[in-house]
């Protein structure tokens, strides 16, 4: 059975709260599971972990929801780390499923929100960085472009975004994000932010300086604000079984570059983190992940580079032996306490 999308979820929460998540329904799961022999693999992709929402993320979840969720999958599944994947011990008779927690980019919140349940249930997990952005005050495009509009001190008109060259099509939605009624404006950032994402990291960083100067935007995060993890916060977490996986440097879109600056994304990340926590880096995630942000030759260049494991976006879970380890495929984790499988 697969996981619902979040409507189902916000459904259940209300109608059958009890039922699913304890008692009865897991029973039938665990009857369906006597009729198949394959064990699986399930990955689960959280971002961030935290009390706040944010505009771009639907999938914050929140630390008490998380919690219910670690101690749920400590029952039910045997938790695996997989930069540390021995296929031949999981494939043995052992009667459950497998499932891996991994955490997308680096936010500072897995540190001050995730890691303290994952250490309190002793429970592994994989953060794959975005090393531009470890230990620095920087923000991932979308979170810079949520930023700007949410904390422009100027109003800009049509004209003073054509001024400043940004591209008639995002100034457009820039000028309904100020001029539309506060309820809509998440759906014309997210129209926004799809724009952005075809754009190469140098178009979209000149797009998004240009609209940061048309907005008299000067103000970015201070220290106490950091968004990303320090490599500090990574070490500590690295002592007490968090392991951290590869994720480029700048986190852009792989199949828009060529060849050797996507081998430069995929080796340096590896070495930094390598060099930052002393542990060897066997495990990968494509940015953004789905079929249309990668390709062969990025597979290719991520096994040459050492991965043993890269992740995609694309939703399912893998049977052990896995057929393709370099493309696994992964299932986002609701921001309710509610699972399934
Ligand atoms: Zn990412």
Not at 177 to 199: D, G, H, M, T, V
Request: hydrophobic fraction near 35%.
């Amino acid at each position: 059975m697969d996981l619902r999308n979040i409507n189902n979820y916000i459904l259940m929460k209300k109608i059958v709260k009890p039922i699913f998540f304890y008692g009865g329904f897991n029973r039938v799961k665990g009857a369906l599971r006597w009729n198949r022999t394959e064990r699986r693999l399930y990955i689960l992709m959280y971002h961030r972990v935290d009390h706040r929402s944010y505009p771009l993320f639907e999938d914050v979840v929140h630390p008490k929801d998380f919690e219910r969720q670690v101690r749920f999958l400590k029952k039910k599944f045997r938790i695996v780390d997989i930069s540390r994947l021995d296929q031949s011990e999981y494939f043995q008779a052992n009667n459950k499923d497998c499932i891996a927690l991994t955490f997308d980019d680096g936010y500072r919140d897995v540190y001050s929100q995730a890691f303290p349940i994952l250490k309190k249930y002793n429970v592994p997990a994989t953060v794959f960085l975005a090393t531009g952005y470890i230990n620095t005050l920087r923000l991932l495009w979308y979170d810079r472009l949520s930023w700007i509009l949410y904390k422009t001190i100027s109003i800009p008109d049509i004209k003073k975004l054509a001024k400043y060259e940004i591209h008639p099509k995002i100034a457009h939605d820039v000028c309904s994000f100020f001029s539309e009624k506060p309820s809509n404006s998440l759906n014309i950032l997210r129209r926004i932010a799809a724009q952005l994402k075809k754009f190469k990291t140098k178009e979209q960083n000149f797009i998004l300086e240009s609209l940061a100067n048309a907005c008299n935007i000067e103000e970015w995060p201070g220290s106490n604000e950091r968004t990303m993890l320090s490599w500090e916060e990574v070490s500590q977490m690295a002592m007490h079984g968090v392991s951290f996986g590869g994720h480029t440097v700048s986190h852009p879109n792989l199949n828009t570059m060529e060849h050797t600056d996507i081998r430069n994304e995929i080796i340096t990340s590896k070495l930094e983190i390598e060099a930052q926590t002393q542990k060897p880096v066997t495990v990968f995630a494509y940015p953004y992940g789905g079929k249309e942000y990668y390709n062969e030759n990025v597979v290719r260049l991520v096994k040459e580079a050492g991965y043993k494991y890269a992740c995609t976006t694309n939703v399912g879970f893998e049977t052990f032996p896995i057929k393709r380890p370099l493309t696994m495929k992964r299932k986002g984790a609701p921001n309710s306490p509610y699972l399934f499988f």
